[in-house]
């Protein structure tokens, strides 16, 4: 493994717990993902920085092409930033240590050769960082060659959407995903409909989908939390999404409604991926404010009268559970949806659901409109959703499966 080396990025934080060869009982988690720690707060973040207040975790992403690094597999390197990334300030938790593979870009074809990196620095970041025992814990099947050297105590599947329908989606990503989920102790879902798809590839498959920090969205309800100005400086009424736009997104209706609703601001927040900035509708009253940090959504859904989710029902909508629901609903904002099954399924009972732009800008007009009384019932309907599905409760589920197929149980949380 000559020329391969890890990279730090500042002290190992004091609240993190040691590593796990030394005197840590529970073992590591070493986090295998298709997303960036620092890009949008969501599944992994949420779950990982649970996990790490009692033990170490590894978050492993997509490499960095750097023209100045060495070319892989042999001459790449992790750099490791032991600092706790991305964590809102808002919160206590424990930071963790995030492994960015760095390397020259191999080109076109150049799958294998990372494959091939990615098996060399993961056993080296093993060996290197003194780790005995560890769960390797996946949110991508295309990094399942990266363990074939691996001994794990366990093998953990979070499938938090089907990536094979996605834009782009690898052709191998399929049959990866069989192997691993032949290889997998545990297999969590991150929706209904997904679990349902799992279930039928997997005996154990449980199916939790994505929950919501309360009290950090009920800020949107604080008459101290202040609209940005980026926000505030539109006029309103303002009905908005935040979260990723892509190929997910009705951008059609979102264009057709815009003008069946001239005097509503339709507000869009979020970074734009796998789509050309020429696909977005362009209506004077569209607004698209960019991405914003998960610890700022707050005061963005203050300034919001309505929460939209204008989904597409497509291939990539197929077995979406979307976390922003639980989101908007803790804010207590009436939610405006495309009929997404796992939307209606879950949530039918709170979420107005339109399936064409007609229906969409009426069901707008409803909640515009909604009285006093109606909306103290609506917010015992989310109440009572609410409680049933914090990150809290749904790491300590997952922490239960975890320690049923890892020996020594210990909790997480």
């Known amino acids: 493994m000559k020329g391969m080396a890890l990279t730090d990025l500042g002290e190992m934080n004091p609240r993190v717990p040691a590593a796990v060869g030394t005197a840590e009982p529970l073992p590591t988690i070493i986090c295998l993902s298709h997303l960036r720690w620092d890009f949008v707060w969501q599944r992994p973040q949420q779950l990982l920085s649970r996990f790490a207040r009692t033990r170490r975790v590894i978050f492993v992403e997509e490499p960095i092409f750097e023209t100045s690094a060495g070319l892989a597999p042999e001459g790449a390197e992790f750099r490791l930033n032991r600092e706790p990334v991305g964590v809102p300030p808002s919160t206590e938790r424990a930071g963790v240590v995030t492994a960015q593979p760095i390397c020259r870009d191999p080109g076109v074809g150049g799958g294998p050769v990372l494959d091939e990196m990615y098996a060399l620095l993961l056993k080296q970041l093993v060996a290197s960082e003194n780790i005995g025992r560890y769960v390797l814990w996946f949110y991508?099947?295309?990094?399942?060659?990266?363990?074939?050297?691996?001994?794990?105590?366990?093998?953990?599947?979070?499938?938090?959407?089907?990536?094979?329908?996605?834009?782009?989606?690898?052709?191998?990503?399929?049959?990866?995903?069989?192997?691993?989920?032949?290889?997998?102790?545990?297999?969590?879902?991150?929706?209904?409909?997904?679990?349902?798809?799992?279930?039928?590839?997997?005996?154990?498959?449980?199916?939790?989908?994505?929950?919501v920090e309360i009290d950090h969205f009920r800020k949107a309800l604080d008459l101290d939390t202040t609209i940005p100005p980026d926000l505030d400086e539109i006029p309103g009424p303002r009905v908005g999404y935040f979260g990723v736009i892509d190929e997910r997104l009705d951008l059609e209706l979102l264009g057709q409604v815009s003008k069946l609703r001239p005097d509503v601001a339709w507000i869009m927040i979020g970074p734009v991926l796998k789509i050309e900035e020429t696909d977005l509708p362009r209506n004077a009253n569209i607004h698209y404010l960019g991405s914003k940090k998960y610890a700022e959504l707050p005061s963005y859904v203050r300034g919001l009268d309505v929460c939209m989710m204008p989904f597409a029902l497509n291939d990539a909508t197929r077995f979406i559970s979307p976390t922003k629901t639980l989101e908007y609903m803790a804010a207590h904002r009436v939610i405006?949806?495309?009929?997404?099954?796992?939307?209606?399924?879950?949530?039918?009972?709170?979420?107005?659901?339109?399936?064409?732009?007609?229906?969409?800008?009426?069901?707008?007009?409803?909640?515009?409109?909604?009285?006093?009384?109606?909306?103290?019932?609506?917010?015992?309907?989310?109440q009572s959703v609410l409680?049933?599905?914090?990150?809290?409760?749904?790491?300590?589920?997952?922490?239960g499966e975890l320690r049923a197929v890892c020996p020594e149980p210990a909790g997480i949380l």
């Open 387 to 399: 409680k049933r599905n914090t990150w809290d409760a749904i790491a300590r589920t997952m922490d």
């Open 140 to 211: 991508t099947p295309m990094l399942l060659p990266a363990i074939r050297e691996l001994s794990p105590e366990a093998i953990v599947y979070d499938a938090m959407d089907e990536l094979s329908l996605f834009r782009f989606a690898p052709p191998e990503l399929v049959s990866r995903e069989r192997e691993l989920l032949s290889r997998a102790q545990v297999v969590f879902a991150g929706g209904r409909s997904l679990g349902e798809a799992k279930s039928q590839l997997h005996p154990k498959v449980f199916t939790l989908p994505s929950g």
């Open 336 to 382: 405006v949806s495309t009929p997404v099954t796992d939307v209606v399924k879950s949530y039918g009972d709170v979420v107005s659901i339109g399936s064409t732009a007609a229906e969409f800008a009426l069901l707008v007009d409803r909640a515009l409109a909604e009285t006093e009384t109606d909306r103290q019932a609506r917010i015992v309907r989310e």
